[in-house]
């Protein structure tokens, strides 16, 4: 079953880069800035998981608690907005590689920072020097993918 939830994880890593390609592309068709596109894949994405929602039978009336939820797990929805708005905005601007390596390094950061606090209720995991190290090498590879060319053409 781990093994099937890393592989999930993989898989999600893969088509990260595919979303901001065809948000990009939304952007274009539409004509637009990169906030209408984001709106549409938002909207596209509301009605795909109301469907989810349904054919699970999830608990509708559970949606009455939202009134008691802290301000705070409203920010769900406000940051994978900002994820879809800026990558729709950065991936034709500064490349996919150069956006997702820094997304990865960014991401790999901070989760190091939720594991070791157990941040907004999370459990606490031990951040080990391996940790430490592997999230070094993903921050370097950011830098090399974003400056490596411009360095070697240098030398």
Sequence with gaps: MVLLLLLMAF??????????????SLRQALGSGSPLAALVSFAVGTVVLALACLATGQP?????????????????GVLGAFFVFGSTLLAPRIGMAAMISLIVAGQVVSSLLFDRFGLLGLPVRDVSWVRVAGAALLLLGAVLVNFGDRWLAKA
């Design 60 to 76: 509708f009336h559970t949606l009455t608690g939202l009134p008691r939820i802290a301000w705070w797990e409203w920010l769900g």
């Design 11 to 24: 898989v999600i890593g893969l088509v990260i880069p595919v979303q901001s390609a065809v948000n990009n």
